[in-house]
């Protein structure tokens, strides 16, 4: 497997693990900081979106504007700011109020499956057998993970699974839509911009002005977590590593966040890790070696169709 598919996987991961420790330090600051979340969302993204566009001028300068300069492309911006990081997360949270957490995540995950679906119907691709069984044993792995901390499937109503799915819906999005603008514009930028509109918009929706919370040195150590780890690096990681690696795979690797916020969750709040926690945590591992070998077949078999076209010429 070349550089490019290691350095992609190795991407994806990072980010879904900083999105584990950012989904910790939430529960942290909610709980024992009395943080409003509504706030956090806001400050979230304005400050993320905002530091990750100086980020993108350093490396690029007054080239990063250029795609206010095409309309069409503005237009897919929006959309990716708007359908895909604001909707996910605004969902997300929307579906843990009405049936916990454990209900929301495993709802969540079901984007994958909605991108090999898409994918098909829309370009007649269809997965590999690698690819179908990373799906099932990621899910799997989820619903083991989550249900250590109680997983009532009776919280599963029509609502939630309205708010689950559009969630998982809006993550297809952000994993799928922006690829050409990736291309045109550098991952920084698109991501910078789409995360600042997202705050925009949030603000204006939630208006929370006041955080509620109780300010000392670990509510900025959460603050840290949540805005540089879980935000600027993952989203930047994670949306370069499906730009490398494709989307299916990229949106499997993301199934990594669970196990990351159930290790954060335990190391650092005391939650439990229970027995299927942890065949949860080996069906979702498995799934990264699954991956790296299916890219390393595909690859082989790349180069000896070349190979053979060349001996035919």
Request: glycine fraction near 10%; charge should be neutral; charged fraction near 15%.
């Amino acid at each position: 497997m070349g550089e490019k598919q290691w350095i992609g996987m190795a991407l994806a991961i990072l980010g879904a693990l900083f999105w584990g420790l950012s989904g910790t330090s939430v529960q942290y600051l909610e709980g024992a900081k009395h943080l409003n979340v509504e706030w956090l969302l806001e400050v979230r993204l304005l400050v993320a979106g905002f530091l990750t566009i100086i980020l993108a001028y350093m490396q690029d300068g007054m080239r990063i504007f250029d795609i206010f300069k095409n309309k069409k492309d503005f237009g897919k911006l929006l959309i990716f700011g708007v359908l895909g990081i604001a909707l996910a997360q605004y969902t997300y949270f929307r579906a843990i109020a009405i049936s916990g957490v454990g209900v929301a995540t495993v709802l969540q995950y079901v984007a994958p499956t909605l991108i090999i679906i898409y994918l098909f119907l829309r370009y007649f691709k269809k997965p590999s057998l690698a690819e179908t069984g990373c799906v099932v044993l990621a899910m799997i792995g989820t619903v083991c993970i989550v249900s250590q901390d109680g997983l009532d499937m009776a919280n599963i109503n029509g609502e939630a699974l309205l708010w689950g799915l559009i969630s998982a819906a809006s993550i297809c999005v952000y994993t799928l839509q922006p690829i050409e603008l990736l291309k045109k514009y550098g991952t920084t930028s698109i991501v910078g911009f789409a995360m600042f509109i997202c705050g925009v918009i949030s603000l204006a929706m939630f208006q929370q002005i006041d955080s509620e919370a109780i300010w000392d040195g670990m509510t900025w150590l959460g603050l840290f977590a949540i805005i540089i780890l879980g935000t600027v690096v993952s989203f930047n990681a994670y949306i370069e590593g499906v730009r490398r690696i494709g989307a299916v795979q990229g949106s499997i690797l993301s199934s990594l966040e669970p196990i990351s916020a159930a290790l954060f969750g335990w190391a650092l709040l005391g939650n439990e890790f229970t027995f299927i926690g942890i065949i949860g945590m080996i069906c979702i591992i498995a799934t990264v070696f699954i991956i790296a070998w299916d890219r390393q077949r595909q690859i082989k078999r790349e180069v000896l169709e070349k190979l053979n076209k060349v001996e035919i010429n």
